[in-house]
């Protein structure tokens, strides 16, 4: 019950691009080991009457499978992804606008749902939307020896008992969103948030390095 | 009117090309088989494989079936609507269907299993990520790299029952083309008086007419298609045709070379997919190698959290550390909650309304229908003491 | 007087009231709505209960249908479960497709069938790789007034417990099922999952099983599913205002003592069921 597996506590290698679509006002593609995930954001532009909020733009989320159409994991994924991007977006600055938010899954090796979130937070700083912080998200997996392991693959997402995915905000490493499958005990949840706390900061590092890298003009 | 394309007209693209030129195209193949990446300029495409059994068509029962889907994301330009048929995504659709399966480049008997029962579906899905122009092109580049890209899974049938070989078990095998149909699109401008290849997003928004021929690399015409309302004369269409077997032949070559570079990169184990195709001397683009997150602390975080929150802070939190007794006051049904720990001391009146509600159920007691009117009014009256309660608390 | 202030400024009226530890309609932060649980309310359907929690109204029919297993697991049957939000329930859902409220709360549901292992999806095989049972669980809701998920996992769990599967064999004449609908047996149902719904206002303020008005003006939802023996199968908190670690376990704790209140009362009233 209390083994907890220091050793296996990695993230796999990182890559991301920002800028690499013309037509979207900001994009983005993040890898984490072999997942990718591209986004691309539009806004703020014209809303529908039906969407619009008098006071904040309206934020569409929209993910889409890399085989066959949308379905309802696909729906209950944007929900989680869209109220994270909402509370980290100072959406009152742009009231009456509409923001889009497109996620294309390129290839899925577990941890999607963190990727995704990387992904769009990545292309939401490219699109120079003002936000009050930046969010990132961590996997982790719980094997049935009560090992955790961050960032799973997807052979190791098959084989574990349980899957928790959290989102962290920059501000004050919280959590943001959480999403879990499987059943897990109370002192699991607690470390696995630790351990995505410690996990941010990492990556909030990359976010850092990869904006300076932008700025600097030399590579 | 003037309708021979003259060659002698200098003519400047916006991006600098020369009237002929096709922009820079690059395929790129993900972790998966079956899973392509076009770049044309800025246009980006990525199609991608699926295969299933199914049941096949009764006309046709000793044949697989071929499926396109071209996914027109809203990522790819502000225009497109997720989630709707759109009459380019139609006419998208009906000429990669065109292209692809009339020109009969797959052998679909191959695809049988059991004939007349179980047959492979091929699904083709090609999502555009990013338009800037002549995306039939891309899409078909895509769609026949995909394709010949594609393993799908062996299989035996003994009697009834069918087996699936996992790609542990049995290598996968690659579909069986005869040939590779690339569609080629032409924009006019002018009535016919300019002709420009592969047209970029721009030029499409101003362009006349469109003609895409689909050819092989045997310079036999799959499908040809003329649309904008423009009418071109023999000749127009003969330099047209002329024009697309080479560049066919050209674009063979360059999917054969892309194919053969990622077999050979399989085959030594090197790392394939979009992840390693990413550009390095970017600097929008960066990498981090596997890292090691810093666990020292991590179980005494948790571990003070939970002794933390095991004593309650507040005296008001206490009352909800035991768990309340449910009632039952008619036989199925049941009440857990009722006016409990109330601080507005409206125990009774909330009780009553509760029954009241309680009453929509079948089992009650006749008795408590007739009761039914007069508690109604109760109720109104609860929600006006509730307000004047307001007023006292915060006058 | 109040009425006014509550519509020139819900928000403020809100709170007013939570910095006196209280809610509107005479709760204390921590304090769920009154709960009623009927089970056995269709008599058409396989299993059924209906639950209120307050106003929010749930109403579960289970409907078991004879299938063939997939392919992928011979040996196991499967369970559909199903969230209709009709305009019936409240105005602010349209006729059509089912919108994202309710997407997001089938998948919930699913996911919780799936977390939990409520059913072992072994039983529901009648014969492996020829015959299995259908679960299809219809959630509707009649009345909408906040915190839909408690309320649904309540009647869900409620009336799995109440199924009464008929016996199915294949007969060995005609390789046709055929199905006893006078024998019935109960599903074996493993689990006891309930789940407590949480609202965060402002930045810190925690209050538990939320009305409608409520969810509309918090900045975040969690909602935390237990199990017996204090573990967790759920922990969805779609997104809104980060929380820390410390808040979260109150949560938990809160959630807790809601699981076993829940099991009592649904123990309590089968109970009732049976010996009436």
Redesign the interface.
Known sequence: MEVCGISNVTLRDFSCEQSLLSRPDGSSSFMQGDTSVLAGVYGPAEVKVSKEIYDRATLEVLIQPKVGLPSVKERSQEQNVRETCEASLLLSLHPRSSLTLVLQVLHDDGSLLSCFLNAACMALMDAGLPMSCLFCGVTCAIAVDGEIITDPTAAQEKECRALLTFAIDSKKCRVMMSSTKGSFSVQELQQCIAISQKASEKIFQFYRDSVQRRYSKNL | MQIEISPNVFVQRLDGRQTYDYRRIKVSF???YG?CFVELG?T?V?A?V?CELVAPKESRPNEGILFFNI?L??????AFE??RQSELSVKLNRQLERCLRNSKCIDTESLCVVSGEKVWQI?V?V?L????GNLMDAASIAAITALSHFRRPDVSSVGEEITVFSPEERDPIPLCIYHMPISVSFSFFQQGTYLLVDPCEREERVMDGLLMIAMNKHREICSIQSSGGIMLLKEQVMRCSKIASVKVSEINELISKALENDKRARKAGERC???AS??R???????????????T???D???E??Q???V?SEP??AK???????V?P???????????????G?EED?DEE?EG??EE???MEEQHHERKPRRGVDVVEISDS??EE??I??P | MAAGFKTADLLEYYRRFLKENCRPDGRVLLEFRPTTLNIGSISTADGSALVKVGNTTIICGIKAELATPTVEAPGKGYIVPNVDLPPLCSSRFRPGPPGEPAQACSQFIADLIESSEIIQTDDLCVERGKLCWVLYCDLMCLDYDGNLRDACVIALLAALKNTQLPEAVISTETHLPVVDLEKRHGLKVCKHPVASSFCIFDESTLIVDPTDEEENLSTARITVVTEEGDRLCAVHKPGGMSLSGQKLQECINRATVRQKEIQKLTDKVLSSVKTS
């Open positions: 993900g972790a998966d899973c800025e980006r990525m991608q699926s996914e994301s809203p990522m790819a330009s502000p997720a989630g699904r899905d999502h990520l990013n338009h800037d997919g979009y992840a990413l550009p001397g970017r600097i929008t683009a960066l990498k981090m190698d596997e890292t090691l997150v810093d666990m602390t991590v179980m975080t948790a571990k959290i939970i933390e929150a095991a309650p008001s939190s909800h550390t035991r768990a309340a007794s449910p039952v008619a036989p199925g049904v049941g009440q857990v909650g009722l006016g409990l720990e109330n601080s507005w409206l909330v509760d509600k309680g159920e079948p089992q509730e307000e307001v007023v608390l915060h």
